[in-house]
């Protein structure tokens, strides 16, 4: 059970971050702290740990849906997840992932698809994977009101054109392509950009000449924030980490010892104990006996 209430959280000092919160951070030089989380208690104990932003990933398809990439996530599965997410975290700026195929269609779905994040899952944002090919979808979105955060490099949703989930701009040809999306989709409208499996110079590069902040996920040190999927610094999903991963913890090894204690507790009836079981007065008890 928690020890901080709703209450405390809301009349405590702490300010909501907006996309306002984000820019002075860069303009001052600190470091932005992005997390992914796709439910409640999650997004409750990073809030409270005081991360910047949230972004509530497609990534959920691989990690918590267990699909081999995120091509299958729905809008309903989004939005499911947004709002439990919006339901535990008060102060970061939380950002909801625009699936594949819900802004790919036509202008006028992606604006619509991107209001119900903000309208119905408790959104602040929405972020959406692409470059020079997403200016006309970025500018009708940041048109209605919604800030837009940018993903470019590796975007997962591409991953068959890509040939994998593999580094990108490696190549000055490339490089000099990803740089030019960056200014592209901050003249359209970005607030931000998540730069994903690029080379650290190119990410720092790219940071230094972009205004908006650059939130590096493979992309080294000098972007201007960090994201990681919970669940790979967790070590809760077990199925591959990517390098540039950093495990805080072995969740996925953990959950497993606590599952086979569980088991043979429950085979060798040492569960529940006297401490976990309800009892009821004796005179009751014995009333019982009577009756029966
Ligand atoms: O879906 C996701 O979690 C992401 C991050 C890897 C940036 O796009």
Redesign the pocket.
Known sequence: MSTISPVTILTSDRKKITTRTLQQKKDRCEPISVL?AYDYPTALAMDQAGVDSI?V???LGMVVLGYPN?LSVTMEDMLHHCKAVARGAHFALLIG?MPFMSYQVSVQEAVRNAGRFLQEAGMDAI?LEGGRERLDVVRAITGAGIPVQG?LGLT?QSVNQLGGFRPQGRTAQAALRLLEDAELLEEAGCFSL?L?SVPARLAGLISSRIHIPIIG?GAGLHCDGQ?L?THDLLGLFDRFTPKFVKKYASFHADMSRAFREYISDVEELKFPAAEHSIEMPDEEWEALLKMV
Request: proline share 7%; glycine share 6%.
């Open positions: 992914t972004l990933g497609d990534s995120t992932d972020k993903h997962p998540v994903e996920i994201v999927v």
